[in-house]
């Protein structure tokens, strides 16, 4: 017999938050928008989808994400600076079911806009709520996401909603529909914090996967 059992040290936080600051919202696909050199990371997904939830586990602030919240607010782009490490920004949700065809599709040219036209835009966590179909405009936002050619890190949230077997299968139809790798997606839950440390660690791996700011690219042979 040897003592009693140790248990496992939790690992250490992979994003610890030092610092957290709102920069300000960009409104319009020509409007104001950062003009830091720090990499940006977007976070985008239906309205409802879990978004402001996942940010806040993300962050471990209660309300951080309450700004993009707030009347005026929720249709812009709201930019956050996290650890003067990297840009957080949080994209309108799309496709709100109780809004008319013609008001789902007015979230395109913000988004689009921005999503083409950010130089020091690094990459994209796309949410997808796990009970639901993906919808037309998270394909349509997925096809342009690949089309930009974007590292994208998919998360299925809310997956506390179902048994750990149904969540999984989920994961799994949820992967072939969109053509994803099951392994790349992230199972997340803001109400049990599964899947924060991971998403944690993939946006500290994919900001350390990036040249360094002001570098110029490696010249070419020749
Ligand atoms: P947003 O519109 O995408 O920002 O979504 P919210 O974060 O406001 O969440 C929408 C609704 O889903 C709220 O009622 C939340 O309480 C709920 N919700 C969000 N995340 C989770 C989750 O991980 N588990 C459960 N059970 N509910 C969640």
């Known amino acids: 017999m040897t003592g009693p059992e140790v248990p496992p040290k939790a690992a250490p936080d992979p994003l610890v938050i030092r610092s957290?600051?709102?920069?300000?919202?960009m409104a319009t696909s020509d409007g104001w928008r950062p003009t830091n050199t720090l990499?940006?990371?977007?976070?985008?997904?239906?309205?409802?989808?879990?978004?402001?939830?996942?940010?806040?586990?993300?962050?471990?602030?209660?309300?951080?994400?309450?700004?993009s919240r707030t009347p005026g607010r929720t249709r812009e782009?709201?930019?956050?600076?996290?650890?003067?490490?990297?840009v957080l920004?949080?994209?309108?949700?799309?496709?709100?079911?109780?809004?008319?065809?013609?008001?789902?599709?007015?979230?395109?040219?913000?988004?689009?806009?921005?999503?083409?036209k950010s130089p020091v835009l690094a990459g994209i966590v796309q949410?997808?709520?796990?009970?639901?179909?993906?919808?037309?405009?998270?394909?349509?936002?997925?096809?342009?996401?690949?089309?930009?050619?974007?590292p994208t890190i998919v998360c299925v949230t809310k997956v506390d909603k179902l048994s750990k077997p149904q969540a999984a299968a989920r994961v799994k139809e949820i992967a072939r529909e969109l053509a994803l790798d099951e392994e790349q997606i992230i199972a997340f839950s803001a109400v049990t914090g599964a899947g924060r440390d991971e998403l944690a660690e993939a946006l500290v791996?994919?900001?350390?996967?990036?040249?360094?700011?002001g570098e110029p690219e490696a010249p070419s042979e020749g």
């Open 77 to 86: 782009i709201n930019f956050f600076a996290v650890n003067q490490r990297f």
């Open 39 to 67: 990499p940006e990371i977007a976070f985008a997904g239906r309205s409802n989808v879990g978004k402001s939830s996942l940010l806040n586990a993300l962050v471990r602030r209660k309300a951080f994400a309450r700004v």
């Open 20 to 25: 957290l600051e709102f920069i300000g919202p």
């Open 127 to 150: 949410l997808l709520d796990v009970r639901r179909d993906p919808s037309d405009d998270d394909r349509q936002m997925l096809d342009l996401l690949a089309e930009i050619g974007l």
């Open 89 to 116: 920004a949080d994209l309108p949700g799309y496709g709100y079911a109780r809004i008319s065809k013609e008001r789902q599709a007015e979230w395109r040219p913000l988004i689009e806009g921005y999503l083409r």
């Open 205 to 213: 791996s994919l900001l350390d996967s990036l040249p360094p700011a």
